[in-house]
């Protein structure tokens, strides 16, 4: 019943947010109307009529990037697709050879897009490919299950099809999932293990400094999780009847760990709206825009994760399986390792993605390099000034070092 509850609500605020935005769409049509009272109602207008959140994929909006002095237009090419996810790439004309990257984003709740401003820092000197997951909601049940190994899979996929030679950079969550790709692939040796990998802010091991969110996934059993937090997809969806993490549910979660910053945001925003401060009311706006588009996760994906990465631990363990066979990181030795944490991150703490360095015990001293980042959180670790200034410069010498 959770989302046929959260339909039901968002299906009986249509009409409020539909009037709202008539009303702004009259205010706007009245531009001699421009007092005070008439500003403030317009500032409400436009928060009621943004009181949404949506579930398509936003653009990514990289049309063109600097390449040297030159101006390059960017265009996204679907290099592979499956039911569950895109290989996107971003493609340029250019006359020199790039390194080839493959952005590994989280399957959490939020799409790729998430993930924009890194790859607009990463675009001028790399040839930027991204993992575009699927909103499970739009998943027919005939396209099958998608858990933890189905997402490595689609990894040693992606990198199959982008060729040997490439680079990895992983971010939040799927740490752990690309390194245990690299990790079979090495096993195996497999000609496209990449040729470094770049872990930033992921739960390799939660046991290292744990945070509210780690001790929120072990104070519960499994079976709390399957009852409270997952839902079938309603009918009217492509979806319908899968199992899933509904999104909406997680950013539930997110926005409760910082609600009184998003509640001051919002009322900052209504101030900015009011006073006609229209450019600090778009940096926040867009902000939300992504922030409020959500997806969904299978139900196996976000249940295995749970158990397998924040309550058993199995990966620092040596206890995880891949398709029956164990992970073994001390395989891999041709891969350049790089972990990145955010001293104030709140989400994966200090240590917990170093812990890499421990397991991948086959790699010379040479071949691992760590860094973390004063004065950031979570996300500041992939995007903002710091990550552009002192954190991508590390990342490119990496790239550079092992291609």
């Not at 079979?184 to 040796?189: H, I, N, R, S």
């Not at 997809?233 to 997680?250: E, L």
């Not at 071949?367 to 004065?375: D, E, L, V």
Request: with cysteine; net charge neutral.
């Amino acid at each position: 019943m959770l989302y046929q509850a959260y339909q039901a609500s968002t299906d009986m605020m249509l009409p409020v947010r539909a009037l709202a935005g008539f009303a702004l769409s009259a205010h706007g049509a009245m531009p001699n109307l421009n007092g005070h009272a008439v500003r403030n109602m317009t500032a409400a207008y436009e928060l009621i009529s943004r009181a949404r959140l949506t579930h398509t994929r936003p653009d990514y909006g990289i049309r063109s990037v600097m390449v040297g002095n030159q101006e390059v237009e960017v265009t996204e090419e679907v290099t592979h697709v499956t039911p569950f996810g895109t290989l996107l790439r971003f493609k340029k004309d250019v006359e020199t050879a790039q390194p080839r990257v493959l952005i590994v984003a989280p399957l959490s709740g939020h799409f790729a897009t998430l993930l924009r401003g890194t790859v607009r820092t990463m675009l001028p000197e790399h040839d930027v490919y991204i993992t575009d997951w699927h909103n499970a909601r739009d998943v027919p049940m005939s396209a099958g299950r998608f858990g933890f190994d189905d997402y490595v899979t689609h990894l040693i996929e992606f990198l199959e099809a982008i060729g040997p030679g490439a680079h990895v950079i992983a971010v939040c969550q799927p740490c752990v999932a690309a390194l245990v790709a690299a990790a079979v692939m090495a096993q195996g040796d497999h000609p496209a293990q990449p040729r470094s990998m770049t872990l930033m802010a992921g739960p390799i091991d939660t046991r290292v400094n744990p945070t509210k969110v780690n001790e929120l996934a072990k104070s519960k059993p499994m079976s709390w999780f399957e009852k409270n937090l997952i839902a079938r997809v309603p009918f009217r969806y492509d979806g319908a009847f899968r199992k899933v993490y509904p999104g909406f549910v997680q950013l539930a979660a997110f926005l409760s760990m910082n609600m009184d910053r998003h509640t001051k945001a919002h009322r900052d925003l209504y101030d900015n709206l009011a006073k006609g401060e229209l450019e600090k009311a778009k940096v926040t706006k867009d902000f939300y825009d992504e922030y409020f588009a959500v997806l969904d996760l299978t139900a196996e994906f976000y249940l295995e994760t749970v158990r397998l990465v924040f309550q058993e631990h199995t990966l620092p363990l040596g206890e995880l399986d891949y398709e029956g066979r164990r992970v073994d990181p001390s395989a891999i030795r041709r891969t350049m390792l790089l972990t990145v944490e955010g001293e104030r991150d709140d989400i994966c703490a200090v240590g917990q993605t170093l812990a890499a360095h421990d397991l991948c015990s086959g790699l010379r001293p040479y071949r691992k390099r760590h860094h973390m980042q004063p004065g950031v959180g979570h996300y500041g670790v992939f995007s903002g000034k710091k990550w552009e200034s002192q954190i991508y410069p590390l990342v490119k010498n990496v790239i550079l070092a092992s291609d």
